[in-house]
């Protein structure tokens, strides 16, 4: 069972960064599209960055050249750093992933950012 717990959220100021990381167990992260999605309050989740198996990279707009999305294989994290954050950050971060064998989406719990002055 694929299973993602994704850590590192918190408060900041803005123009401050964050890292958040999602741990997977139960398959690899290489082998699976990875995503990050947030989610504002009375609002469906929105994807914000994704890496596809062969480590190629998207980004929403409203986060292109700010956020990065990387993969660590050895440790099963994907990583989601956060720079120059902004007041429109603050929302809460889930990491998911399509499993493409199975056709099924596996979803973490989410982590809250928070950037205020």
């Known amino acids: 069972q694929v299973r993602l717990v994704e850590s590192g959220g918190g408060s900041v100021q803005p123009g401050e960064s964050l890292r958040l990381s999602c741990v997977v167990s139960?398959?690899?992260?290489?082998?699976?599209?990875m995503a990050w999605y947030r989610q504002y309050p009375r609002s469906q989740r929105e994807w914000i960055a994704l890496m596809v198996k062969d480590g190629t990279t998207n980004y929403h707009e409203s986060v292109q050249g700010r956020f990065t999305i990387s993969r660590d294989s050895a440790r099963y994290t994907v990583y989601l750093q956060m720079n120059s954050l902004k007041l429109d950050d603050t929302a809460v971060y889930y990491c998911?992933?399509?499993?493409?064998?199975?056709?099924?989406?596996?979803w973490g719990n989410g982590v809250p950012v928070t950037v205020s002055s």
């Open positions: 139960g398959s690899h992260v290489s082998d699976n599209t």
């Open positions: 998911m992933t399509h499993i493409g064998s199975q056709d099924k989406y596996v």
